[in-house]
């Protein structure tokens, strides 16, 4: 009983940490547009500043967190 638990609760980890990673890249990228950059290295630079946004950090940090996660659960949970 208790791995099954544990198990679920792994899943519904990486579930909801990839949700929310999602959600940040979504609401910090509807901010920037990149058409206001006419050149390539004005839009590189954007792409630049994006990535260094804490925000976008923090989802980057979710998105592995919930990738090992889900490797963790995959241990646990029986497959065929």
């Not at 980890?13 to 509807?30: C, T």
């Not at 792409?47 to 925000?55: E, G, I, R, S, W």
């Amino acid at each position: 009983m208790n791995n099954f638990i544990t198990s679920n609760f792994y899943i519904l980890l990486s579930i909801a940490l990839g949700v929310v990673s999602q959600l940040i890249v979504k609401w910090k990228m509807s901010t920037v547009s990149l058409d206001t950059a006419e050149t390539f290295i004005g839009k590189l630079m954007i792409a630049v500043y994006m990535l260094l946004d804490p925000f976008i950090i923090i989802a980057m940090i979710f998105t592995f967190l919930a990738g090992f996660i889900s490797m963790m659960a995959m241990t646990k949970v029986e497959l065929s």
